[in-house]
């Protein structure tokens, strides 16, 4: 039997419920930045979410066509402005392709070396960060205490703690320092145990795990349609890593590396029991792989830095052969992709045979992997807005360049 | 004190003792409360420091930085008074004084030590509650008068989590006040006199449980990190303090950290003894006998820190929580009280009074100290002076079934 009301106004009046636009951002404390996201939400459900980009736009890659590759370098550099040594590599690479240039092998495992452990520093902020998101203060202070270490060997390096310019085209701009293989190897060996302890404040923690598991589930298909990559593309289970699958120019850095792509399959448990098991609530592609794959990937990238300082004080010659700040760029273009610690950042060059390029472009993964925010917001909490934007783990100035 | 000051009035200026006793108790406490949230903040900042790796305020007021919240204060206070546009300005304005008052009654019948007490209210443990649970009202207040609608979004998830998680709340205060027969909390304190193993904490399995129960219910309901959704600064920017700055602000602090304190000593009364130490050190000093007035002094003050500690650990425990875990989401908060709080209470409740009914005198370690005796007193000086007789219409009551044995 079904009641039926007497008069339907009833509901219209007494039991409707309106919905509401929110601005969240681009003054919001988990936004990351300055990412406007506007929230439809009907009490604490959301029913859509629309990013607004472009508050820190600051015209990089037009002023790419005002200066010489080498001089663009520390614009690259506030791109991802927490992976600066990446955003150089990325560029770095792209010239050399254009002109055609060989890298000195003492050059590829100190630029092996110097990336590996941004990526590291990058994973960690991402982490704090992401616990920051989901309201635990302690973890981010943990990682940048870790963070600090990094950043002060990059200072020994190159003088800059976050705006780095140190790989250039053509190498590096200076050769490591004496002493300081031992200080990284030392900061490895003081690292190892503490991701243990992120592995409890978070990873395996039970509110963490409430809060990521089946939260922002992004299918694989999805991934590859919206162009995602790196973590976010991993996390969802689609095995691709350009520092394997990449240009053969990328790759050859990587050459004689052991190292395995870390991906995460749908019921997946890591043989290794020093990791913590994946939660039997979590879903392939949800927030907690994402997070995951960011944590395994710390271990990976100590690795890499520790086959990386046995390689680089085993190779001779120079550590690299910088080219002129003006030197002349051949006709023509080239693209370069790069596994960035968000995912494949590509530059662009046309050059018409001046020193300075035509056209200089950048494309960023962070922009891609926040093209998705619609489709996985999509019915979720507001507090969940936060969780999953952060576990994309964007930096604005990448997006808006 | 009141009969003190009563010898010099005449008879029609008699009431004016009382006033004065009031403002006199008042003004103690008070200053407990804005003290206490100065020592609080102060505290909080260094525990938060200490965990993560940092050193806390170490400047001002000499090494340890503990003048730092006063100089906040003093910042505070000197900021402009905002209010925005749309804001609905008595209701704004109105809001932090009811979080602060209702956090405030709280201490009115909050025992320090034996007889140290605001008011000693025969159903204290009811009161303390029924005005703690009036603080939320304040911040509904405030997140609707804001014009805001993350305050609005903070002050209706306020709404729903306390009012929620006053009912396993409830429950779980209802069984030391079973155990101890009265709801008066100097009582329920005296009755734990004696060794740690009369606290009621480990009276029995059932009430052990039930002051984690406790803990987490009071958590949530005085708005602490894990549940502190109404201010969840990644979600709601400040929640239903967005739109407050200056002192306004730093009144609802006072009121939430005079809540945490006052949840804490509730637990500290009902379940670990109140001002009684773990061992009775002070019956051996001879400091808890009311004919030695000054002996009986010194024993309460000494009372007093024990409470007081305890009092500090309970808050000190919640910082450590806030800065450990995440929050969760509202609807696991909801999870948390519906499906797992309320139930284990009422389980708890149920086991906690079969305990009593069958074993009144506890399993494994005999009571040292007589309920019964202390339950007559109780009601020789809240009834009549002549009932000394156990009352018999009350065949279920373990205590006076116990007294009418040993009487026997």
Known sequence: MTTQLDDPRIIEFDVRTDEMLVNMGPQHPSTHGVLRLVLRTDGEVVSEVTPHIGYLHRCAEKIGENLTPRQWIPYTDRMDYLAGMNMNLGWALTVEKLLG????????????????????????????????????????????????????????????????????????????????????????????????????????????????????????????????????????????????????????????????????????????????????????????????????????????????????????????????????????????????????????????????????????????????????????????????????????????? | MAEYLKGFLSPEWQFLAYVAAALVHAFLLINLVAGGALAFIWLERKVSGRIQDRLGPTRVGGKFGWLQTLADGLKLITKEDLMPEGADGMLFRMAPYVSFCASFCGYLALPFADGWVGARLNVAVFFMVAVLGIEVFGVILAGYASASKWSLFGAMREAAQVVSYEVPLGMCVVVPVLIAGTMDLVTISQMQAGWFSNWFVFHDPFTFVIFWVYFTCATASVNRAPFDLAEAESELVAGFHTEYSGLRWSIFFMAEYGSMFAVSGLAAILFFGGWNGPIPLADWLGLTDASRPLAHYFGNFLGMLNFMFKCVFGVTFMMWVRWTLPRLRIDQVMTTCLKYCTPIAAVMFVGATLWTYFLPGGLFIPRQTRYGSIREGWHLEAQQPTAVEPPAEDPLNPVARRTRAESR
């Open chain 1, 101 to 401: 240039f060989e890298l000195p092998e003492k050059a590829r495992h100190l630029r092996v070396l110097i990336v590996e452990l941004n990526r590291i520093a990058s994973h960690l902020v991402g982490m704090g960060a992401y616990g920051l998101d989901l309201g635990t203060f302690s973890p981010f202070l943990y990682a940048f205490r870790e963070r600090e270490k990094i950043l002060d060997l990059f200072e020994e390096v190159c003088g800059a703690r976050l705006t780095y310019s140190y790989i250039t085209v053509g190498g590096a701009t200076a050769d490591l320092p004496p002493g300081w293989l031992q200080k990284c190897e030392s900061f490895i060996d003081q690292l190892e145990p503490v991701i243990d302890e992120y592995h409890a404040l978070l990873t395996s923690n039970a509110i963490f795990v409430r809060r990521t598991a089946n939260i922002g589930v992004l299918s694989p298909e999805m991934a590859i349609d919206y162009g995602c990559t790196g973590p976010v593309l991993r996390g969802s289970g689609v095995d691709r890593d350009l520092r394997r699958d990449g240009e053969q120019r990328y790759t050859e850095m990587y050459d004689g590396y052991a190292f395995e792509v870390i991906v995460q399959k749908d019921g997946h448990y890591p043989k290794d029991h020093k990791y913590p098991k994946v939660p039997a609530s979590t879903v392939l592609g949800d927030c907690w792989h994402r997070f995951y794959v960011r944590m395994l990937e710390v271990m990976q990238s100590m690795d890499l830095v520790r086959q990386a300082i046995d390689r680089y004080s085993m190779a001779t010659g120079p550590f690299g052969e910088p080219v002129k700040l003006n030197e002349k760029l051949p006709k023509g273009e080239a693209y370069m992709e790069t596994e960035a610690p968000r995912g494949q950042m590509g530059f662009y060059i046309v050059s018409t045979g001046s020193a300075i390029p035509w056209r200089a472009r950048a494309r960023s993964s962070s922009f891609c992997n926040l093209s998705v925010t619609h489709e996985l917001c999509r019915g979720c909490l507001i507090a969940d807005v936060p969780a999953i934007v952060g576990s994309l783990d964007i930096v604005m100035g990448e997006i808006d360049r």
